[in-house]
Structure formats: C-alpha cells, structure tokens
C-alpha cells in the first residue's frame, strides 16, 4: 500500500503560480512512476503529467506543456507540480496517484485525497 497526501492548493489569481507537493509513505517510493490529475466542477478526471520512477521521464497534458512541471526528490517520496500562468480554467481538485509501473496516462494503483485550486479572473 502506498498512502498519499497532497497539499500547495488555493486560491490564485490568473496568471500567478502555485507549487503543489504529493507526499508519498508506505512502500518505497521510487518503485512508482507518479502522475497528476485534476478534474474540474462538472467534469470527469483528467490526465495533467506524469515523472518516471527515476524523475528522468516527463510527459504532460497539451494543456500543461510550457506552464506546468513536474517533479520528485525520491530522497524526501515527494512529487511536485509547479505550475505557473495559471488560467481560471485550471480551477479544480488536482490528485497525485502512483502506478506500478512505467509512467503513462492510465491505470494508476494509488490515489490521493486531492488538493483543490481555485484560479480567479
């Protein structure tokens, strides 16, 4: 099991940044590739980015290529999300989840409690 806690979330005025932080315990953390995603009022789940286990492999959303980076420190089990430029349609709760595996943009074994952003205009 892997338990995880995110947190950074708030409420940000458009064009500003926040760095939200996913706190990992339980197994060791670089077994797990990490991801993050964020689903909007009235909308499913979406993909935002994902690191490899070894922090060497990135991939984003479209929408997160050139405002948003992701990052871990495997020594801390700690996966960042800067995110910069923010625009109110990024307003949602953002989730970090583990996979097992290979980074992708699927079938994540373990999900945290999310952290909402709110970005006003």
């Known amino acids: 099991q892997v338990q995880l806690e995110e947190s950074g979330g708030g409420l940000v005025q458009a064009g500003g940044s926040l760095r939200l932080a996913c706190a990992a315990s339980g197994r060791t953390f670089s077994w797990y590739s990490m991801g993050w995603f964020r689903q909007a009022p009235g909308k499913e789940r979406e993909f935002v980015s994902t690191?490899?286990?070894?922090?060497?492999?990135?991939y984003y959303a479209y929408f997160a290529e050139g405002r948003f980076t992701i990052s871990r420190d495997n020594a801390k089990n700690t996966v960042y999300l800067q995110m910069t430029s923010l625009k109110p349609e990024d307003t949602g709760v953002y989730y970090c989840?583990?996979?097992?595996?290979?980074?992708?943009?699927?079938?994540?074994?373990?999900w945290g409690q999310g952290t909402q952003v709110t970005v006003s205009s």
């Open positions: 690191i490899s286990r070894d922090g060497e492999s990135t």
């Open positions: 989840a583990a996979r097992n595996g290979p980074s992708g943009t699927l079938y994540y074994d373990y």
